[in-house]
């Protein structure tokens, strides 16, 4: 069963041999992993690359640094409380200056949050953000693997393979913060890569998977350090001859806008938005425009977009996360709905699309749940319609 989204009470451990007594651990969410249980180690003498290659290690996929809490590692979608000694403001900044340059900790100091990537040569690679909170430094840490797994591996839908084949348009990844995004879109760029000879140029903030070139050629920009703005990067991005773009994502007005015109000029565009379904993914697009370029948006948006990939990350049963994917596919009917402005019937088309390679998210999570490998309760929690979800699992 799920466990309450709240830190839960004491975990009862068993004693060492030496019968001492084991350190608090409280999980959040999740299944409580098995982790090795030590007295609280000292952080005074200790890099933060021991904390993070030891997450890395223990199957994490998170690492936090919190004043008040010893390094918080999250596992399968819950948080635990590591070994560490507990954290105070000082021994937060003095292991996060540790890895910042010079001009980082200027723009750490003089913007208060700092975005960017660490890299501990071929061992590990992580994207990092540090903010304040209650006028602390604070600092989450997401462990981003060395290979990128294949589509087979996240056991995506057959379809996005085929999508990688488009030659232009706008395929769409989108979803919560911590759905794997960012995994999906590398390991369909990593296809693009190894199968077409092509120049992929992405603009990320910062640079996650590093894409090596294999038969394409592969141009990674970072904010701050390749570029200084997403504006000016794709302004000049048609200079730069690419034939697939990643977005890393659609923020604003200005990179929405970028995104369809680099669509509709020929170019196959990948990019991110945090909403949860096909239909909110639309409606975002277009709402982000004034009301009097709306309807133009529609159109725009109905010509130039391929798919919308939907997707959640769900604790499995035996440890792990999984992937439920909804799919949209611009068929003519969804087409014609995105330029009617009728984005409330895509739910329906999704239903009766499921022969044209689409899937409904509710169809994914019963599918999951059939094959035992996420619980029912939690399945259906995340479902749309409960109700629709229990028809599907009833069919299966």
Known sequence: MAQSMAWDDKVETESTKQGQEQPEIR????????????????LESVHIDDVLLEARD???????????????????????????????????????????????????????????SYGLGEKARFRVNVFRQKGSLQAAFRIIPSEIPSLEELRLPPMLRKLTEKRSGLIMVTG??????????????????ASRSVHVLTIEDPIEYLHR????????????????????????????????????????????????TLAET???VFATLHTRSAAQTVDRVVDVFPPHQQDQIRVQ???????????????????????????????????????????????TALETGQG?????????????????????????????????????????
């Open 58 to 116: 223990r199957g994490c996929s998170d690492v936090h640094l919190h004043a008040g809490l010893p390094p918080v590692f999250r596992v399968d979608g819950g948080l635990i409380r590591s070994h560490y000694a507990t954290l105070d403001h000082k021994l937060i900044q003095r292991l996060v200056y540790d890895i910042l340059t010079g001009e980082q900790v200027e723009r750490l100091e003089q913007e208060r949050e700092l975005d960017f």
């Open 176 to 193: 919560p913060t911590g759905s794997g995004k960012s995994t999906t879109i590398a390991a369909m760029i990593d296809h693009i890569n």
């Open 266 to 268: 020929g170019h196959l």
């Open 356 to 396: 044209q390679d689409m899937q409904p998210m509710d169809r994914s999570l019963a599918d999951l749940a059939a094959l035992d490998m996420v619980w029912h309760e939690e399945a259906r929690r995340h479902a749309s319609d409960p109700d629709n979800f229990d028809r599907y699992l009833r069919g299966l």
């Open 213 to 260: 070139d294999k038969r394409a050629m592969v141009t990674q920009r970072e904010m701050h350090y390749d570029t200084a703005s997403f504006h000016n990067a794709l302004r000049a991005v048609l200079r730069e001859d690419p034939d697939v773009i990643l977005i890393g994502e659609m923020r604003d007005l200005e990179t929405i806008s970028a995104a369809l």
């Open 301 to 347: 948006l109905s010509n130039t977009l391929e798919a919308i990939i939907s997707q959640l990350l769900l604790p499995m049963r035996e440890g792990g996360r999984v992937v439920a994917v909804e799919l949209l596919v611009a068929t003519s009917a969804i087409r014609n709905l995105i330029r009617e402005g009728k984005t409330h019937q895509i739910g």
């Open 27 to 42: 999980l959040f969410g999740g299944e409580l992993t098995e982790f090795a249980v030590h007295e609280g180690t000292e």
